[in-house]
């Protein structure tokens, strides 16, 4: 009853907030600055002094970029794109960029090692010599130097079974040092850190309301991650320390493994995101508090019958695999929900639940998307809340003009 309360009175805040917009957009994209500055905060707590490197893949908003590097405790971007990482250079908004995953973009690369200024700050993610190759490809000189990172695998092994992202092809310490070597051998090459991401921790829920079974073998398994990944972290930190020497940074975690990720001594920062906004699939970890920050909202335009709505649009799916928790959940006023057999729509979604018969056409429903970032990628426009009035209004990647 609680959780109705404040959605209620989250609605009238909201609704009261953009109801003067000019010319508003829909879908409406609106971020609480109030939660995401408290996220934050939060955020740095469970990192105890170890620096969160934003992850932009998760914001994809650039004003939120820098809202979050000059909060206490954030230092540098975690990118998913090259040219997103060229792009945040260029426009002042870090100095310390970087990528997440390797990149095989040619043009891309060719800015990158054709810029001094540019290969100083953005650090490239490699997994083998296919990506070392793809970068001698574009250059005719190996003046500038490019900074690299190994992407080593952070998945659980028990016996034959693998748990974790398919990512790295490399897990044995000994392939990893011998790409450390091959990156020491190739001229203009700097290996400067090492990421180690353990997304069966960090993404993964592990308390969902009704699945109780579930989330006790979750726990178990994240357990057993974090143990046997201190244990390899160790391993690969002393051979890699004998084998090069000291690196700038070892990245790892995500929101969902902030304590346990900056606990392992081996990690320098942890990555974090997600937890800046709070979105859907991050309401159900027992490691912190959920205060969403982002919603988005679509008009009513009809009324089908009288326990019905449909609004304009509303289908925003979030990637992964396909299930009910992908879908975007109908926030407020509480109690509304899709149906069963049309679900979320690109043009229109059908909401029943007791609030239906009381909203009328032209009303907003409030919604929260079940990923972060992903949200920014449908308008071209955010805006920002802050107490009870809109302060400003940013774009997004999209609104730049960028499809990262």
């Given at each position: 009853?609680?959780?109705?309360?404040?959605?209620?009175?989250?609605?009238?805040?909201?609704?009261?907030?953009?109801?003067?917009?000019?010319?508003?957009?829909?879908?409406?994209?609106?971020?609480?600055?109030?939660?995401?500055?408290?996220?934050?905060?939060?955020?740095?707590?469970?990192?105890?002094?170890?620096?969160?490197?934003?992850?932009?893949?998760?914001?994809?908003?650039?004003?939120?970029?820098?809202?979050?590097?000059?909060?206490?405790?954030?230092?540098?971007?975690?990118?998913?794109?090259?040219?997103?990482?060229?792009?945040?250079?260029?426009?002042g908004?870090?100095?310390?960029?970087?990528?997440?995953?390797?990149?095989?973009?040619r043009a891309?690369?060719?800015?990158?090692?054709?810029?001094?200024?540019?290969?100083?700050?953005?650090?490239?993610?490699?997994?083998?010599?296919?990506?070392?190759?793809?970068?001698?490809?574009?250059?005719?000189?190996?003046?500038?130097?490019?900074?690299?990172?190994?992407?080593?695998?952070?998945?659980?092994?028990?016996?034959?079974?693998?748990?974790?992202?398919?990512?790295?092809?490399l897990?044995?310490?000994?392939?990893v040092?011998?790409?450390?070597?091959?990156?020491?051998?190739?001229?203009?090459?700097?290996?400067?850190?090492?990421?180690?991401?353990?997304?069966?921790?960090?993404g993964?829920?592990?308390?969902?309301?009704?699945?109780?079974?579930?989330?006790?073998?979750?726990?178990?398994?994240?357990?057993?991650s974090?143990?046997?990944?201190?244990?390899?972290?160790?391993?690969?930190?002393?051979?890699?320390?004998?084998?090069?020497?000291?690196?700038?940074?070892?990245?790892?975690?995500?929101?969902?493994?902030?304590?346990?990720?900056?606990?392992?001594?081996?990690?320098?920062?942890?990555?974090?995101?997600?937890?800046?906004?709070?979105?859907?699939?991050?309401?159900?970890?027992?490691?912190?508090?959920?205060?969403?920050?982002?919603y988005?909202?679509?008009?009513?335009?009809?009324?089908?019958?009288?326990?019905?709505?449909?609004?304009?649009?509303?289908?925003?799916?979030?990637?992964?695999?396909?299930?009910?928790?992908?879908?975007?959940?109908?926030?407020?006023?509480?109690?509304l929900?899709?149906?069963?057999?049309?679900?979320?729509?690109?043009v229109?979604?059908?909401?029943?639940?007791?609030?239906?018969?009381?909203?009328?056409v032209?009303?907003?429903?409030?919604?929260?998307?079940?990923k972060?970032?992903?949200?920014?990628?449908?308008?071209?426009?955010?805006?920002?809340?802050?107490?009870?009035?809109?302060?400003?209004?940013?774009?997004?990647?999209?609104?730049?003009?960028?499809?990262?």
């Amino acid at each position: 009853m609680v959780d109705f309360v404040e959605r209620h009175r989250l609605r009238s805040r909201l609704d009261a907030a953009v109801a003067d917009l000019p010319d508003p957009r829909t879908p409406l994209l609106l971020v609480d600055l109030d939660a995401f500055d408290a996220n934050a905060a939060d955020l740095a707590r469970r990192a105890g002094g170890t620096p969160l490197r934003v992850a932009s893949k998760s914001l994809r908003v650039p004003a939120l970029l820098a809202r979050a590097l000059a909060r206490p405790g954030f230092a540098g971007v975690l990118s998913y794109s090259l040219r997103e990482a060229l792009w945040l250079h260029e426009h002042g908004i870090s100095d310390d960029v970087v990528l997440g995953y390797p990149s095989v973009d040619r043009a891309a690369l060719a800015r990158l090692v054709a810029s001094p200024s540019a290969a100083a700050v953005v650090t490239l993610m490699v997994d083998g010599v296919e990506h070392l190759d793809v970068v001698d490809s574009v250059r005719s000189s190996k003046a500038v130097s490019v900074r690299v990172a190994i992407d080593v695998d952070a998945g659980l092994t028990i016996g034959s079974q693998h748990v974790g992202p398919k990512r790295s092809p490399l897990r044995e310490v000994d392939a990893v040092v011998e790409l450390a070597r091959e990156i020491g051998r190739r001229p203009g090459f700097r290996l400067v850190g090492v990421m180690t991401y353990e997304g069966q921790v960090a993404g993964v829920p592990d308390d969902p309301p009704g699945q109780r079974a579930r989330s006790v073998v979750v726990r178990r398994l994240k357990a057993a991650s974090v143990d046997q990944l201190s244990a390899r972290r160790e391993a690969l930190a002393r051979a890699l320390a004998a084998e090069v020497g000291p690196l700038e940074f070892w990245n790892a975690g995500g929101s969902g493994s902030v304590e346990t990720s900056s606990a392992d001594p081996v990690v320098t920062e942890v990555a974090a995101g997600s937890g800046l906004l709070v979105p859907g699939l991050f309401d159900h970890y027992r490691s912190f508090e959920p205060r969403p920050a982002a919603y988005f909202a679509v008009p009513v335009v009809r009324r089908p019958n009288p326990t019905t709505v449909t609004v304009a649009g509303g289908g925003l799916i979030a990637s992964g695999p396909v299930g009910d928790d992908r879908a975007p959940v109908p926030w407020a006023p509480p109690g509304l929900r899709l149906t069963s057999l049309e679900g979320a729509g690109e043009v229109q979604t059908p909401l029943t639940g007791h609030p239906a018969s009381t909203l009328a056409v032209g009303d907003l429903v409030w919604f929260r998307h079940a990923k972060a970032g992903e949200l920014f990628e449908h308008g071209t426009e955010v805006h920002l809340l802050a107490g009870d009035r809109i302060v400003e209004s940013v774009p997004t990647y999209r609104g730049t003009g960028h499809a990262f």
